[in-house]
């Protein structure tokens, strides 16, 4: 997760506060949230419930209809509780906190008479904590769609702004282990140079290893060959296009592309150069140029839309 200025938390809250996010599995363990420590305190005592979903203005929870918190809860309208989330650090360490709610509807939880669902509105707004990790699943998800083709260059300095060391990493192609080089990187895929004949790449599955500095293992996104070309000058290397499996790319990857992409936008409008670091016209740019001299890239920008 980004470190999150009070401005970027005000506007996470501006723009999501509505955004309702459903706790499937997955969403729990991309956002890090402990399910087995939420709980609903009324009254001094602490009861269990699962979390089936929230925004930043309410929650939505599920209780046992034979529960003792079921028959406190459905004995008057507007109850005063308090639920507490937690959420792991990067460490695995706890963060937990309280949000105030009111008991706004009780309903039965997908027609069974054994289970309920309650929904609580917050009455006030929630504590930081809670708007960073929501705002910045929402923000990356949305961007994941809107902006998914938007390139970012590898460089010395994207390399730094995306949390990475270094430009050489890994592909698996028929689950074959090759060494690359990586040139661009986006939230729906990649360009990498490798040695290999073009013909003998295109189609095939490929799964790219991808390693953050402030992650303890790296990650393997799955995909396919879209395209692959001769590097220029040379009979032996390939410039290789990686579409991504949507439905497989890591959210942790996401969240990476998404820090980059929001803060070069900030950056961009101050200034049409982002740290001496020249801009790349989409539009203007040849693709030619992903297969010209690698330092001609370096020099240029950070952000670029292309296609696979």
Request: overall charge neutral; glycine content about 4%; charged content about 20%.
């Amino acid at each position: 997760m980004a470190v999150s200025t009070g401005v970027q938390i005000a506007r996470y809250y501006d723009f999501f506060r509505d955004k309702e996010i459903v706790f499937t599995k997955a969403n729990l363990q991309s956002l890090r949230i402990d399910p087995k420590q939420i709980y609903l305190k009324y009254q001094g005592a602490q009861w269990p419930c699962l979390i089936n979903s929230s925004s930043l203005q309410m929650a939505k929870i599920i209780i046992g209809t034979g529960t003792g918190v079921y028959t406190e809860l459905a004995k008057k309208k507007d109850l005063s509780v308090s639920l507490r989330f937690c959420f792991l650090d990067q460490d695995n360490s706890p963060i937990h906190f309280f949000v105030n709610c009111v008991v706004d509807k009780i309903e039965l939880y997908q027609n069974t008479d054994k289970l309920s669902l309650v929904t609580l509105n917050f009455t006030q707004r929630p504590p930081d904590d809670l708007i960073i990790r929501m705002g910045e699943f929402i923000e990356a998800s949305e961007n994941f769609i809107n902006r998914k083709e938007d390139r970012i260059l590898i460089n010395k300095e994207s390399l730094r702004k995306l949390s990475m060391e270094k430009e050489e990493t890994v592909v698996y192609i028929d689950n074959v282990p090759r060494r690359c080089i990586l040139k661009n990187i986006s939230f729906s895929g990649a360009n990498v140079m490798l040695v290999g004949i073009p013909k003998f790449l295109i189609g095939k599955p490929i799964s790219l290893q991808i390693e953050f500095v402030d992650m303890t293992s790296p990650l393997l996104i799955k995909g396919s060959i879209s395209h692959a070309v001769f590097y220029e000058g040379r009979k032996d290397i390939s410039s290789v296009n990686v579409a991504f499996n949507t439905e497989t790319i890591p959210m942790e990857y996401k969240f990476h592309i998404n820090n980059f992409i929001t803060n070069y936008q900030k950056n961009m409008l101050n200034s049409n150069k982002v740290n001496g670091v020249n801009i790349v016209n989409p539009e203007a740019s040849d693709s030619s140029n992903e297969n010209s001299d690698p330092a001609v890239q370096q020099s240029q920008g950070s952000v670029s839309n292309a296609t696979n």
